[in-house]
């Protein structure tokens, strides 16, 4: 009996050992791409002026005088500042709500779809705009949205209505913003979403069906509790970027058009077209550190506010 014990153990210690070579490339990622940059943080409290011929870390600890939060205030120095946290916020609100509640109804649906070729070519279509860059998605707004040859314009022309200068009109950008950013993001949570669908004991419905329930009613009280906890881990993590917006749908898509620089301009932005006119490199560690810090505080605090209403959707 003893043997046999051992033997297990043995068994065991060397399945342990076989799991724990595979994270080794995953540990040596995270040290080499996210722990050793963090040394990096020193650029937000630094004046830094680099000096030629020596190296990056002399420049920064040596040759560097700390500036404290001086760098934190140029981030308010621009009396667009408001402006420009009032868009960032807008938009990441939109996107949280937006992105939740659309992948959730679209998952829904189409996990009551039973033609599988239908239903396959539906995924494809949605999850492929995730896949696009924004480069991409860029130039075929601008297929549809250009001036002269745009397609929309083509359109409102043989109706006999006037064309549209699109990237001289800020009033419709806010719409435009919103749909692009959807319609590229939703794929890849409605496979998540569709996966935690899937992950339903199908007996639940079964019942249902039997206790005379509709299509509404198993939504309402078996789809959408059981997908409750991934619903809370996506908003938890999706609320830790709320000061920071996705650089290529506010940058690329407008083209960088001046007109549009109040319905387009967020935090990302601005930060860098500050560093491109300045090249203050600490500048944009302080905008990129602040927005980590208040980032992780929401993530904590919306984790504990979800912990204190439903504790097993909480991640800690």
């Known amino acids: 009996m003893k043997r046999k014990r051992n033997t297990l153990a043995r068994s065991k210690a060397g399945e342990n050992r ?40 002399k420049n920064l600890f040596v040759n560097s005088r700390w500036s404290g939060l001086e760098n934190f205030s140029f981030l308010f120095r621009n009396p667009q500042s408001g402006a420009i946290l009032l868009n960032t916020l807008f938009y990441n609100v939109i996107f949280l709500v937006a992105g939740i509640v659309i992948p959730v109804m679209l998952a829904i649906l189409l996990t009551e779809v039973h033609q599988k070729r239908f239903k396959g070519l539906v995924q494809m279509i949605l999850v492929l705009p995730y896949f696009l860059s924004w480069v991409i998605v860029s130039y075929c707004a601008y297929g549809f949205l250009a001036s002269d ?21 800020p009033q419709y950008w ?41 299509f509404w009613q198993q939504v309402r009280y078996i789809t959408l509790p059981l997908l409750r906890p991934t619903i809370a881990t996506i908003f938890i993590l999706s609320i830790g970027s709320l000061l920071s917006s996705d650089f290529g749908l506010f940058y690329q898509v407008p083209m960088d058009s001046g007109a549009l620089q109040e319905v387009t301009q967020t935090l990302d932005v601005y930060v860098y077209k500050a560093l491109m006119q300045q090249a203050n490199f ?12 208040v980032g992780c505080t929401l993530l904590f605090l919306s984790n504990a506010l979800i912990r204190h ?5 909480a991640l800690i």
């Open 18 to 57: 076989q799991l724990s070579l595979m994270t080794v490339p995953v540990v040596v990622w995270y040290v080499l791409f996210c722990y050793l940059p963090l040394f990096g943080i020193a650029f937000a409290f630094k004046d830094f002026t680099p000096k030629p011929g020596q190296s990056l870390l």
């Open 149 to 169: 040859h745009g397609q929309i314009n083509a359109v409102l022309n043989a109706l006999g209505l006037k064309s549209v200068q699109w990237y001289q009109s």
């Open 174 to 214: 806010r719409f435009i913003l919103i749909l692009t950013g959807i319609w590229k993001s939703c794929g890849y949570s409605l496979i998540i979403y569709m996966c935690a669908i899937t992950a339903i004991d199908r007996t639940l419905y079964e019942g249902a069906v039997l206790d005379g329930a509709t």
């Open 282 to 293: 600490s500048y944009s560690s302080a905008a990129a550190f602040l927005q980590s810090a």
């Open 309 to 313: 209403v439903d504790r097993d959707s």
